[in-house]
């Protein structure tokens, strides 16, 4: 029963041949995983982290060591992987708060590549489906310390991970936008200066009715995502009621005390209603220059635009019909690896509609709600007022130096969360008692679109062996060793306990560059957007259906 429901929560992904698990070899040295889990029903149906803890003993002896990335929880003590594991938690479907990415990379390079190290080490990384997030990491590493390309290290992930047309393996636009900072920071002598960063203003181009704007970024190590500022309808001002040209450009300010833009009348928002076509759809919007009443200021460079657009229902109802978000970075968009880590002082991030991040990290983000979106920021450094603020200056830890590891999240509840926009989606919510909508929409729904599956983002998962054979059971049988694929595996060898907890100084085994013949000819559509990492009410349904099956065996059996 248990196979049966791990095959139900991982859709047609295949399991690793020698146990049963999914997991595949990026490299000869990198191992991708789902999130393995101690406690029912998790266990069930996800990787049983004894069954893995057998496996990466049997083929690798204590020359392996865990990187997780679950701010959700892990599923399972320390303990029952000897100590041996890594913790750099941050929320599903994001990228990581680009401040962790020098001590998760040097912490990876002193496992495989230090001075004292025994040659075959391996490193497991493992978020929950072992894709966005895992592969974030995997790729970051391939570029920054392999000296790989990234147009290679993408593709040698999904290439490993994820079956033929079945989309890419780090899919989400924030994440891959994060792995070309990761490259810009390795040209650059990986230089990283952490600054506050103030939202002056948000310019949005086309934007439709019954919008919610907020602002967010990370906090408590990056294990939290906090919403610092939402837009209310009083801080808005209407520039341009008509259809807006999409070519055109919104005068841009960086000050937060400027004046209405040139040569535009600031309008109420009843005084500029919503265009619609002669079939009462919505052909167009505002542009619109949100300025906040108070100073929103974030912690660090990371900084999210968050946004729902809403339509009033019955009995205290809304029904969410668009939900979308971005992260962006300041210190890479002020071009601070370019000049040396003295990053712009101010900008502008803009990005269209269609590559915003979608629901749960896909491509569905819903109705439009806008065309385009820029934000207007500045770094709070002194330059601005005349008032010190130091920055802070991350560089990667030199080979010895100790590195920095961040406070794991609650292993028992990875089913708990309490961090923002991680269970976004569309459908009917309470209303908010907060006046955060930019405007109460009247118009008919023009249909959100299917929403995917909850285990769509999991469909096209495989698994590869270090060399990247898919059938590493004529292995074990060249050998002579038992071929199993049971859910609790019996691999034929004694568990090997490690003393203790993971050391930093290691390991010389370096990857081997991408070759021509070690990668399979087809990838599938490199460009198709797929969520990060999988839901579990499906495959606990699952359970109660299979309990429900054989209790109706029972009883025909017993009515005979």
Not at 363 to 383: C, E, F, I, P, Q
């Amino acid at each position: 029963m248990a196979s049966i429901l791990r095959q139900i929560v991982a859709g047609p992904r295949q399991k690793h041949p020698e146990a049963g698990l999914d997991l595949c070899y990026v490299t000869d040295n990198i191992i991708a995983t789902s999130g393995p889990s101690s406690t029912f029903p998790q266990r069930a149906y996800r990787n049983p982290t004894d069954a893995l803890v057998k496996f990466l003993d049997y083929k690798h002896d204590n020359n392996w060591a865990i990187w997780e990335f679950r701010a959700e929880g892990t599923g399972y003590p320390d303990s029952e992987v000897y100590g041996r594991i890594r913790h750099y938690p941050w929320p599903d479907h994001h990228p990581p708060p680009f401040a962790l990415i020098p001590s998760i990379m040097a912490s990876m390079r002193d496992w495989l590549k230090g001075s004292d190290t025994k040659p075959g080490r391996v490193v497991v990384v493992h978020c929950k489906a072992g894709k966005g997030r895992s592969g974030t990491a995997a790729v970051s590493y391939l570029i920054s310390e392999e000296g790989w390309t990234v147009e290679d290290a993408l593709f040698r992930f999904t290439a490993r991970r994820m079956r033929s047309g079945f989309g890419a393996g780090v899919s989400i636009p924030s994440q891959l936008r994060w792995i070309r900072y990761v490259d810009r920071w390795t040209k650059h002598q990986k230089f990283y200066v952490e600054r506050k960063i103030e939202i002056v203003e948000i310019h949005i181009w086309g934007l439709r009715d019954g919008v919610k704007l907020a602002i967010e970024g990370y906090i408590d190590q990056g294990r939290t995502i906090k919403n610092f500022h939402t837009f209310d309808r009083h801080e808005r001002i209407i520039v341009d009621g008509q259809d807006p040209d999409p070519t055109s450009a919104i005068p841009v300010t960086t000050s937060p005390s400027s004046s209405s833009l040139p040569g535009s009348e600031a309008r109420s928002e009843s005084s500029a209603p919503q265009r619609t076509s002669s079939r009462g759809l919505e052909t167009g919007g505002n542009a619109v220059i949100f300025r906040p009443t108070r100073p929103i200021i974030l912690p660090s460079n990371d900084v999210s635009v968050d946004l729902e657009r809403r339509n009033k229902a019955a009995y205290g109802w809304t029904m969410v019909t668009s939900v979308a978000h971005v992260w962006f970075n300041a210190f890479f968009e002020g071009h601070g690896p370019e000049n040396h880590g003295d990053a712009a002082a101010d900008g502008v991030f803009e990005i269209d509609w269609d590559a915003m991040d979608g629901i749960k990290g896909s491509a569905s983000k819903g109705t439009r709600a806008l065309d385009r979106l820029g934000v207007v920021w500045r770094a709070m450094d002194g330059r601005n007022e005349g008032k010190p603020e130091l920055p802070q200056i991350i560089t990667e830890p030199k080979e010895g130096e100790p590195v920095q590891q961040m406070k794991p999240a609650d292993w028992k509840s990875p089913q708990h969360s309490n961090l923002v926009a991680i269970s976004k989606d569309l459908g009917l919510r309470t209303e908010s008692p907060v006046s955060a909508v930019s405007k109460a929409s009247s118009l008919r729904s023009s249909g959100s679109s299917p929403q995917q599956s909850e285990d769509d983002h999991l469909v096209g998962v495989k698994v590869h062996g270090p060399s990247g054979e898919e059938h590493v059971s004529q292995e074990l049988a060249r050998a002579g060793l038992p071929h199993v694929t049971a859910s609790e595996p019996d691999l034929g060898m004694p568990k090997v306990r490690s003393p203790g907890p993971m050391s930093q100084a290691d390991g010389s085994n370096k990857i081997g560059v991408l070759g021509s013949g070690s990668i399979p000819s087809a990838v599938g559509d490199m460009q198709k957007p797929s969520a990060d990492d999988e839901s579990d009410s499906k495959a606990e349904k699952g359970l109660k259906t299979s309990k429900e099956n054989v209790r109706g065996q029972v009883l025909k059996k017993d009515q005979r």
